[in-house]
């Protein structure tokens, strides 16, 4: 996912750079969130999935490879273009559409998957596009992703948002919660190392 706005690093921090970060991960499985909201809904069994900054895909091969129609955004072309030359083949299950979250048409879906994506959506965007996911959800339908909070590496950069726990909880409401996980770590960015501090979330539309 290409962030939104542009990025104030902090002290010894890497600014991501995006096309080194997409070689690096093509190879890399899919995220053990994305595999609990799998275990969760199923087999795809033709079903509809959106995966929001899907970046070079491997969570799109993922969930093609459990029989999910998968539309696929990112507005990096160079990403895509991996992701392109990943999918042939995946029996027309897989929707690529280049576009920044504020400009994508989400349809309706049983999955909504957005791996450390949104908050890349700058503050001004962000209510409208989570407007968005959570009308893009069918009853039953499940969110999957991550928020960062307040204490992660790149808080305070322009163009990203934030939340802290009660944000998170707001963010949520009339949703059935079935997974929340709030972490803190040192760990490794696209721009190199970083701390961490994310809200891991999967959360469901009432039937």
Known sequence: MT????????????????????ARTAGRGPRPLLLRACELLGPGAGRVAVDLGCGSGADVLALAGRGWAVTAVDRDP????????????????????????????????????????????????????WAAVRGALVPGGVFAGQFLGPRDGWAGADGMTF?????????LGGLEVCYLREQEWEGQSAGGAKRWH??????????
Not at 6 to 17: A, I, K, L, N, Q
Not at 91 to 101: I, N, R
Not at 198 to 207: D, E, I, S, T
């Open 3 to 22: 962030a939104i706005g542009s990025r104030v690093p902090r002290e010894g921090e890497m600014v991501p750079r995006w096309e080194e970060y997409h």
């Open 78 to 129: 160079v990403a895509l273009d991996v992701l392109r030359g990943q999918v042939r083949g995946s029996s027309g299950l897989v929707k690529v559409v280049q576009a920044s979250f504020t400009e994508a048409v989400l349809p309706q879906a049983h999955l909504v998957h957005a791996g450390y994506s949104l908050p890349f959506c700058a503050p001004a965007v962000f209510p409208g596009v």
């Open 163 to 171: 939340h802290d726990a009660r944000e998170v909880g707001e963010l």
């Open 198 to 207: 994310a809200f891991g979330v999967l959360a469901r539309r009432p039937c």
